[in-house]
Structures are given as structure tokens and as C-alpha cells.
T-cell receptor, first 114, second 115 residues
């Protein structure tokens, strides 16, 4: 069966510091991968998605970036965090090439920028 | 543009009763899918149920059913026999054929089940 791992679970970082959140998927090949952000009490906003290694699409302009160095690895990064980057970050995967397949989410990373 | 609307910020229900969570959507794409997710206080997003735009019958998964009214563009979630563990945020989401399986989420409804 497929599993998704996301770490760390919580993170407190000062403004201006770098960020690296990692997500890996097991049990499937060539998945679609996603990074979402959820502000407190709000819905989910899609940040990035990837349909293959090295293929990254950005949904919103921001100081975050994403990379997919391996088929089942998705990394969210920032060179300098802003206060507004605080939030709950969720990684997700879906079956590659399959229409309307559900997204399966990791347990999330709660990021607080101080 | 595609859009999901959940008009109920919060809902209350008595244990063992049924509850309906509303969701309307807007898209001009003929092929799309509708999902419901549950988010407990722990934060994880749990997939509950899926309805395809060409499905003739309403989707059901255990105590969850989706009341799909295509002409009205609504996809309400019905939870039967509510349990205390159903207390959570519930999100309606939509995927469309040109969207690389990107999910667009509504703002969510917080459901509280009372004993």
C-alpha cells in the first residue's frame, strides 16, 4: 500500500532563516505531488504541483520554491522566511496519469515564523 | 474559473442524527470530480468520498453519502448516524479534467457532534 511521509511535524523558525520541508511517497511510481498551505481556520491553497521529476508548476507568486529531485521526493524551500509564511503545510500525492484520482495527504508541518 | 463554495462555517448535530453539509461549485468544464475530506483537530486530511460528473448514481461510503444535483451544481455531504468522532472540519473539493488533478478546496465547515 502507498504511504506518504512528511517532516518535520512542527517547526519554529525566525524571520529571514531558510526553510526545507521534505515529503516522500512509498508504494507507487510517478505520482503527482503537491504542496498546499492552510492558514489558521481557512481552506487549503495550492502552492506547487509536480507531474514528474524536475517538473514543477507554481500556483501563486511567493518567496517559496519547490523541487522534485527524485520520483517520490518533493521538497518545499525558502531562502528567507517571512512572517506571512507561517501556516500548516501539507504534502499530497495522487496517481500519475489517472483522471480524477483523489489526493492523499501527509500529516502536515505546522510552521511558525517568529 | 472553477470555484467551490461552502456556506456553512459551523454546524451542530446531536449524536446519532443525520447532518447535511452544503457544497456548491462552479465550472464550465463538463468533466470534473467532487471530493469531500475530513480534517480532525490533528490536522491530517482524510479522504471520505468521491463523485464524478458523469456518475449516474450518488456516491456512498459507509455512513457518508453525496447528494449530487448536477443541474444545481451542488454536492452536499450527508453523514448518517453522527458519532462524536465525526467532529472535525469538512472540506469540499473539486478536480477538473484540465487541472492535472489539482484540487480546489472550499473554505470548510466545522461540524460539532453533541452527545
Amino acid at each position: 500500500s502507498q504511504t506518504i511521509h512528511q517532516w518535520p511535524a512542527t517547526l519554529v523558525q525566525p524571520v529571514g532563516s531558510p526553510l526545507s520541508l521534505e515529503c516522500t511517497v512509498e508504494g507507487t511510481s510517478n505520482p503527482n505531488l503537491y504542496w498546499y498551505r492552510q492558514a489558521a481556520g481557512r481552506g487549503l491553497q495550492l502552492l506547487f504541483y509536480s507531474v514528474g521529476i524536475g517538473q514543477i508548476s507554481s500556483e501563486v507568486p511567493q518567496n517559496l520554491s519547490a523541487s522534485r529531485p527524485q520520483d517520490r521526493q518533493f521538497i518545499l524551500s525558502s531562502k528567507k522566511l517571512l512572517l506571512s509564511d507561517s501556516g500548516f503545510y501539507l504534502c499530497a500525492w495522487s496517481l500519475g496519469g489517472a483522471n480524477n484520482s483523489p489526493l492523499h495527504f501527509g500529516n502536515g508541518t505546522r510552521l511558525t515564523v517568529t | 474559473a472553477q470555484k467551490i463554495t461552502q456556506t456553512q462555517p459551523g454546524m451542530f448535530v446531536q449524536e446519532k442524527e443525520a447532518v447535511t453539509l452544503d457544497c456548491t461549485y462552479d465550472t464550465s468544464d463538463p468533466s470534473y470530480g467532487l471530493f469531500w475530506y475530513k480534517q480532525p483537530s490533528s490536522g491530517e486530511m482524510i479522504f471520505l468520498i468521491y463523485q464524478g460528473s458523469y456518475d449516474q448514481q450518488n456516491a456512498t461510503e459507509g455512513r457518508y453519502s453525496l447528494n449530487f444535483q448536477k443541474a444545481r451544481k451542488s454536492a452536499n455531504l450527508v453523514i448518517s448516524a453522527s458519532q462524536l468522532g465525526d467532529s472535525a472540519m469538512y472540506f469540499c473539493a473539486m478536480i477538473f479534467s484540465g487541472g492535472y488533478n489539482k484540487l480546489i478546496f472550499g473554505a470548510g465547515t466545522r461540524l460539532a457532534v453533541h452527545p
